[in-house]
């Protein structure tokens, strides 16, 4: 079955980075595009950045352009969200999630980020 | 962009009613919705694609429906299992939107 795990969050100060990883199994990785999508506390969801399946293309929110960077290993089946210049408005639980036709079929249990001084 | 707009954002209704979530997009998305459940402290569950496609496993109770710029949710009989929060969401040219959320409460 396709599994989704989620890592690497947790508390960094204002200004900070961090990594998260997402680590797959269950299904082809390397066949499917990948997505973070993150929940403030209390909050909605918020789409913050797609990688193709070959790692071609990257999107991002603009909310996160040019401060987060998606990547992947497809030899490690793991996707990666490197977050730079983090603020305290980045607090939220991020999802990893694989895509399908535009949505989102499957997801992790997600990792919490807390921006903080 | 194009904006998402649910209604309404809170929704009170009993075990056995049907109900009915809006999503409103800002200009024509042609069928390309998706309709999500999260519960709390959970991952969100997809339930419809392209505005009316049941995904695999989901109750038939679930029906999604619309084209254009209006698409509705609809709940036949609404269970204990089915208070949660959905949410809607759209793709276009490189970005993905949600809506803001509407929470199924029990009356």
């Known amino acids: 079955q396709v599994q989704l795990v989620e890592s690497g969050g947790g508390v960094v100060q204002p200004g900070g980075s961090l990594r998260l990883s997402c680590a797959a199994s269950?299904?082809?990785?390397?066949?499917?595009?990948m997505h973070w999508v993150r929940q403030a506390p209390g909050k909605g969801l918020e789409w913050v950045a797609f990688?193709?399946?070959?790692?071609?293309?990257?999107y991002y929110a603009d909310s996160v352009k040019g401060r987060f960077t998606i990547s992947r290993d497809n030899s490690k089946n793991t996707l990666y969200l490197q977050m730079n210049s983090l603020r305290a408005e980045d607090t939220a639980v991020y999802y990893c999630?694989?895509?399908?036709?535009?949505?989102?079929?499957?997801w992790g249990q997600g990792t919490l980020v807390t921006v903080s001084s | 962009d194009i904006q998402m707009t649910q209604s309404p954002s809170t929704l009170s209704a009993s075990v056995g009613d049907r109900v009915t979530i809006t999503c409103r997009a800002s200009q024509s998305i042609s069928s390309w919705l998706a309709w999500y459940q999260q519960k709390p402290g959970k991952a969100p569950n997809l339930l419809i694609y392209k505005a009316s496609s049941l995904e695999s496993g989901v109750p038939s109770r679930f029906g999604g429906s619309g084209s254009g710029t209006e698409f509705t949710l609809s709940l036949s009989s609404l269970q204990p299992d089915d208070f949660a929060t959905y949410y809607c969401?759209?793709?276009?040219?490189?970005?993905?939107?949600f809506g803001q959320g509407t929470k199924v409460e029990i009356k």
């Open positions: 269950g299904f082809t990785f390397s066949s499917y595009g």
């Open positions: 999630a694989k895509e399908r036709s535009s949505t989102m079929d499957y």
């Open positions: 969401q759209h793709y276009n040219s490189s970005s993905w939107t």
């Open positions: 990688i193709r399946y070959d790692g071609s293309d990257k």
